[in-house]
């Protein structure tokens, strides 16, 4: 029996498959091309506020009795509690605060990065943010501010970012 040529024996099936994977893949794409969809109306577009940052934890030095009671490979100069303390970020938009809020550090024992995710919609036009954060609790004021001045096209989204390593918050 030669198994080589067993599908030239069934061109019914080889002509069902092709019809059947045809209509799949057009409907595919007439269904990815309609309905049309936007995420935010004709006029407007969308500033996004998302990153995750870690506050500080509270340690202290450890005397030198502490150290010397803990054996050679356990002496750290300094012992921290393993939560988190809570980000605080506030958002102004021309002037009006529209978010602040402490953010909570994630993880069971809140040892993660606190993290943020929120999105506006606001009319097309010419834009002035200030960003503020603080990721200590024990220092007063914030740790890190920005101003920007943004112009947002209709159906245009911004992100809002924030690393520390790179001098805090940054627009892309």
Known sequence: M?????WLKRPRHLITGGV????LVLGTAV????????????DHGALRLSFAHSGVRNCRDRTEEELAALPRNMRNAQLCDRRRAP????????????????????????????????RFELP????RLALRLQDDPANSGFAFEAEFDISLSAGESI????????GGFYIH
């Open 87 to 118: 980000v605080r970020i506030e958002m102004d938009i021309d002037g009006d605060t529209v978010y602040a809020t402490d953010v909570f550090p994630t993880g069971l024992a809140g040892s993660g990065p606190s993290r943020v995710y929120e």
């Open 20 to 23: 059947l994977t045809l209509a």
């Open 31 to 42: 269904l990815s091309a309609r309905p049309e969809w936007q995420s935010v109306p004709d």
């Open 124 to 127: 097309a036009g010419d834009r």
């Open 159 to 166: 992100a809002v970012d924030f690393d520390a390593s790179s």
């Open 2 to 6: 030669n198994n080589a040529n067993d």
